[in-house]
């Protein structure tokens, strides 16, 4: 498949002998999944790499009866949604479509009350999840995290068909610094895959190199309307220009604030991602993709006309993305 593919196996049909000694069928990527099945055990499979490898083997001093597979291979590339064609559309912003964007998922904790989320991310694997660090700084004692992907109505569940996946741990980029919100960048890592549907999709990351300076892109959540307001039920969206770091560092020289390379800024005029919204994505069609540019960390207000959002830059921090990924077993 095409290079950030994902390939996910299904099989309709799978009836091998009971013994895997005398039937059996391998698979493998070209990372560290290996995979055995007979008898009934059929392989609905996601693999993380763009190569998968399958093997079917038998005892030929045997004779079988009965034996069946029907498998299919499907590539799941990120990025794929559908072009958004107007967005004037969270603070100035309005609702998205329903499964607009499927890499977005909310996540937060949940008691007798229900659930609370309090801070939003994107998919990057079936497994992982790209955040914000701020939005995990819970010390030693951290409390069990509930990701919800496919949403789009939080009060209700009719809607879209959500999937919620427990968070098993999260890994906070090495050089993350709250004071000055450096490096703010984490991944969660899921106790179970999610299954890639219509609704539920990766998003791609943004190569290096590229500023997209005066381009247009996208900030979606869940977040509130105005600074200190109440939060949305569904699913927000805003465009917003992406604007030079020398043009953000002016804008913040009053407060002694200096904006790094690391980060990414953007706004206009009463638009503008708000409180709710941290670790969410901005996202951008590139390529005949959409690409994560940023993950929304911090700002002075929301909307002010002289303070531009301000996002961890994800060009920067790819490298440690896909490593840490990797060494989980996996790949963006």
């Known amino acids: 498949a095409a290079e950030g593919a994902e390939l996910e196996v299904s099989c309709k049909k799978f009836k091998l002998s009971t013994s895997c000694d005398q039937e059996v069928l391998f698979m493998a990527d070209d990372a560290d999944y290996e995979g055995t099945y007979c008898n009934n055990d059929k392989p609905d499979k996601l693999t993380e790499k763009n190569m998968m490898f399958m093997t079917y083997a038998r005892d030929q001093k045997k004779k079988y009866k009965g034996s069946k597979i029907m498998c299919s291979i499907k590539a799941v590339e990120c990025g794929a949604a559908k072009i958004n064609t107007g967005a004037d559309r969270i603070v100035g912003g309005s609702e998205t479509k329903v499964g607009e964007y499927p890499w977005m998922v909310t996540f937060g904790i949940e008691d007798e009350d229900g659930f609370f989320f309090f801070c939003g991310g994107s998919i990057i694997t079936t497994t992982h999840i790209l955040t914000a660090a701020h939005c995990v700084e819970f010390g030693n004692n951290p409390p069990t995290l509930i990701v919800i992907a496919g949403e789009h109505d939080q ?45 539920v999709q990766p998003v791609c990351l943004a190569p290096a190199d590229e500023l997209h300076v005066g381009e247009t892109a996208i900030v979606t959540g869940w977040g509130t309307t105005s600074s200190g307001g109440s939060v949305s039920d569904v699913l927000l969206e805003v465009a917003v220009t992406v604007q030079s770091n020398a043009e953000c560092t002016d804008a913040y020289s009053d407060y002694g604030f200096e904006i790094p390379d690391t980060m990414v800024c953007a706004a206009d005029k009463g638009k503008d991602s708000c409180q709710g919204d941290s670790g969410g994505p901005m996202v951008l069609f590139d390529g005949g993709v959409w690409q994560e540019i940023g993950i929304v960390s911090w700002g002075i207000g929301c909307a002010e006309p002289e303070f531009p959002g301000v996002y961890a830059r994800v060009s920067k921090f790819v490298d440690w993305i896909v490593s840490t990924v990797e060494a989980q077993n996996g790949s963006c």
């Open 155 to 199: 009060s209700t569940t009719s809607e879209s068909e959500t999937q919620r996946m427990i968070v098993d741990s999260f890994t906070i980029h090495p050089d993350y610094n709250s004071a000055e919100s450096e490096s703010d960048v984490a991944i969660l890592t899921l106790t179970q895959p999610l299954k890639f549907t219509k609704g």
